[in-house]
């Protein structure tokens, strides 16, 4: 038996949620069985579990769409019982019966090697949220956005993404602009974490000329729509900003302006399909250039039963930093 959060859904589309008790005959026949430890509440669990449809694709669905455990049986021969192991994506939690149990059944090519520089607490600490961070942050780097290009400003600062990336981006000697509609309750915060100017997400949520005054060398943006279109528009000649969210909405009201006059890249980062070498090659880099202590900083421990009350905080943008899952509690 192992324990898990179930989200099901009735005929007429109503949805509930339960702790409950599962039989190992439950779980889909896949080829690697874990043991797992910690989970995280991203966004998309929030909504999976508050609004069901479009996120959960199959019922009954054990949400998290990340884990962290070890493994404790194995027909694939690339994993051994004993192994640590993160997975992040491939649409499990969404499709497939994700990381919020305490046992999970994997697919091989799901997995990802617990750095040794990690717990697996401080990986789920991190969880999608830090690894898409830091692709993001990848992606600026492979643009030639360099700490001497100019200030780089990340949206949704207090967030998941956003507190790591502005983190990471901080130790890497890059001037931060961290935006965010709570400046008055999270100002000390991001500006521990690094953060060398603050801006209230107000100045770019409303609609973007053109052509705007230029601003950043760069950015990362958790939002979308009006704020992704202020952001490149304000964005210096050959600058990039690396777009992975869509927390105002799925819409890019912008023009090409900024992109055949000033040659700015929009990078779209998607951390759902990674090939194993670009997740490894994420993790370590984080394991690198993210401090452990500002990490514990930003994190915050809950067990499965306190899941569904921090997902609808989390929708409503009242989350700072990084939720864990303890799933044994």
Same mark, same amino acid.
């Given at each position: 038996?192992?324990?898990?959060?179930?989200?099901?859904?009735?005929?007429?589309? %109503?949805?509930?949620?339960?702790? %409950?008790?599962?039989?190992?005959?439950?779980?889909?026949?896949?080829?690697?069985?874990?043991?797992?430890?910690?989970?995280?509440?991203?966004?998309?669990?929030?909504?999976?579990?508050?609004?069901?449809?479009?996120?959960?694709? %199959?019922?009954? =669905?054990?949400?998290?769409?990340?884990?962290?455990?070890?493994?404790?049986?194995?027909?694939?021969?690339?994993?051994? %019982?004993?192994?640590?192991?993160?997975?992040?994506?491939?649409?499990?939690?969404?499709?497939?019966?994700?990381?919020?149990?305490?046992?999970? @059944? =994997?697919?091989?090519?799901?997995?990802?090697?617990?750095?040794?520089?990690?717990?697996?607490?401080?990986?789920?600490?991190?969880?999608?949220?830090?690894?898409?961070?830091?692709?993001?942050?990848?992606?600026?780097?492979?643009? !030639?956005?360099?700490?001497?290009?100019?200030?780089?400003?990340?949206?949704?600062?207090?967030?998941?993404?956003?507190?790591? @990336?502005?983190?990471?981006?901080?130790?890497?000697?890059?001037?931060?602009?961290?935006?965010?509609?709570?400046?008055?309750?999270?100002?000390?915060?991001?500006?521990?974490?690094?953060?060398?100017?603050?801006?209230?997400?107000?100045?770019?949520?409303?609609?973007?000329?053109?052509?705007?005054?230029?601003?950043?060398?760069?950015?990362? !943006?958790?939002?979308?729509?009006?704020?992704?279109?202020?952001?490149?528009?304000?964005?210096?000649?050959?600058?990039?900003?690396?777009?992975?969210?869509?927390?105002?909405?799925?819409?890019?009201?912008?023009?090409?302006?900024?992109?055949?006059?000033?040659?700015?890249?929009?990078?779209?980062?998607?951390?759902?399909?990674?090939?194993?070498?670009?997740?490894?090659?994420?993790?370590?880099?984080?394991?690198?250039?993210? !401090?452990?202590?500002?990490?514990?900083?930003?994190?915050?421990?809950?067990?499965?039963?306190?899941?569904?009350? @921090?997902?609808?905080?989390?929708?409503?943008?009242? #989350?700072?930093?990084?939720?864990? #899952? !303890?799933?044994?509690?």
């Amino acid at each position: 038996m192992f324990r898990a959060l179930l989200l099901s859904q009735d005929d007429d589309g %109503t949805l509930s949620h339960s702790i %409950t008790e599962l039989d190992d005959a439950d779980l889909p026949d896949r080829p690697v069985m874990v043991d797992v430890d910690y989970s995280t509440l991203n966004y998309k669990d929030g909504l999976a579990i508050v609004n069901g449809a479009p996120i959960v694709r %199959t019922w009954p =669905m054990v949400p998290g769409i990340d884990l962290a455990g070890t493994v404790a049986s194995s027909d694939d021969p690339a994993w051994s %019982t004993g192994d640590g192991v993160i997975v992040n994506g491939w649409d499990v939690g969404e499709s497939y019966w994700g990381g919020m149990a305490t046992k999970a @059944a =994997m697919d091989g090519g799901w997995l990802t090697p617990l750095p040794d520089a990690y717990t697996s607490h401080q990986a789920m600490a991190l969880g999608t949220a830090g690894y898409t961070a830091m692709l993001c942050v990848l992606a600026l780097e492979e643009h !030639d956005i360099a700490p001497d290009s100019g200030p780089v400003v990340v949206t949704g600062a207090a967030g998941g993404v956003g507190s790591v @990336a502005v983190a990471v981006l901080a130790k890497l000697g890059y001037e931060v602009i961290a935006s965010s509609g709570r400046i008055e309750t999270e100002g000390d915060y991001l500006r521990e974490l690094g953060a060398s100017e603050l801006i209230h997400r107000d100045e770019l949520s409303g609609p973007a000329r053109p052509l705007g005054k230029t601003r950043f060398a760069g950015g990362i !943006d958790t939002v979308g729509s009006h704020t992704l279109a202020n952001i490149v528009s304000q964005t210096q000649p050959h600058g990039c900003v690396a777009a992975c969210g869509l927390a105002q909405g799925m819409d890019f009201p912008s023009s090409v302006a900024p992109f055949i006059l000033r040659a700015v890249t929009l990078a779209g980062v998607n951390c759902v399909y990674e090939p194993a070498e670009r997740r490894a090659q994420a993790w370590n880099r984080l394991a690198q250039d993210l !401090d452990t202590a500002k990490l514990d900083a930003m994190t915050d421990t809950i067990g499965l039963s306190d899941v569904p009350a @921090a997902a609808a905080q989390i929708l409503a943008g009242e #989350i700072r930093g990084r939720v864990v #899952i !303890d799933v044994n509690r």
